[in-house]
């Protein structure tokens, strides 16, 4: 777990004085910050994060799991409040966990991809809604994932945020998702 925080501090250092990044100015960035305006913005995110489980197996017991797991996401802003994007997250180990119809089954390093909408109601605060699959070798499964993120803006376009989801895996199980992310807008003139 050490290699994955020395790996998120060295990408800071290294990405954030990068000044006009991919012809990008300054002006870009103080549009977005005091106006809000991105429509037209694209998002890439990267987070790291543990996946919640309630219902995880260990030696026949239900015991809750905390899951190491890493997070990319792509949002594009159809408007200032609305935006559609992909998120992938991958969880970093196996698990078993017992279905509703109290089947036990093995998930191997799950990786889950989910088009969302998202809705922003004012300058920090993003709500969003999508339905997606988890994907493992034993069974693919589809989800529901609803959640939020809280960001911040920081300097030449970048985005420091934290999200929480929760994600319901039809008729098997459910899990949720605490994440720190770190995102590079693109913004479309």
């Given at each position: 777990?050490?290699?994955?925080?020395?790996?998120?501090i060295?990408?800071?250092?290294?990405?954030f004085?990068?000044?006009?990044?991919?012809?990008?100015?300054?002006?870009?960035?103080?549009?977005?910050k005091?106006?809000?305006?991105?429509?037209g913005?694209?998002?890439l995110t990267?987070?790291?994060g543990?996946?919640?489980?309630?219902?995880?197996?260990?030696?026949?017991k239900?015991?809750?799991?905390?899951?190491?797991?890493?997070?990319?996401?792509?949002?594009?802003?159809l408007s200032?409040k609305?935006?559609?994007?992909l998120?992938?997250d991958?969880?970093?180990?196996?698990?078993?966990?017992?279905s509703?119809?109290s089947?036990?089954?093995?998930?191997s390093?799950?990786?889950?991809?989910?088009?969302?909408a998202?809705?922003?109601?004012?300058?920090?605060?993003?709500?969003?809604a999508?339905?997606g699959f988890e994907?493992?070798?034993?069974?693919t499964l589809?989800l529901?994932?609803?959640?939020?993120?809280?960001?911040?803006?920081?300097?030449?376009?970048?985005?420091?945020?934290?999200?929480?989801?929760?994600?319901?895996k039809?008729?098997?199980?459910?899990?949720?998702?605490?994440?720190i992310?770190?995102?590079?807008?693109?913004i479309?003139?």
């Amino acid at each position: 777990m050490k290699g994955i925080w020395l790996l998120v501090i060295i990408a800071l250092f290294v990405f954030f004085p990068m000044n006009n990044l991919w012809g990008q100015s300054n002006h870009d960035y103080e549009e977005i910050k005091h106006h809000n305006d991105l429509k037209g913005t694209s998002r890439l995110t990267i987070g790291i994060g543990h996946t919640h489980l309630s219902e995880g197996k260990i030696d026949g017991k239900t015991e809750w799991l905390t899951l190491p797991s890493w997070i990319l996401n792509y949002d594009y802003w159809l408007s200032n409040k609305w935006a559609l994007g992909l998120q992938n997250d991958i969880v970093l180990e196996s698990f078993f966990i017992e279905s509703d119809d109290s089947e036990l089954i093995e998930r191997s390093y799950p990786i889950s991809s989910v088009p969302i909408a998202i809705y922003k109601p004012g300058k920090h605060l993003m709500f969003i809604a999508g339905v997606g699959f988890e994907f493992t070798n034993e069974q693919t499964l589809t989800l529901t994932r609803l959640g939020f993120e809280y960001g911040f803006h920081l300097p030449n376009k970048w985005e420091i945020g934290a999200g929480l989801v929760w994600d319901n895996k039809w008729n098997y199980y459910n899990s949720w998702g605490l994440a720190i992310t770190i995102s590079k807008l693109f913004i479309k003139h």
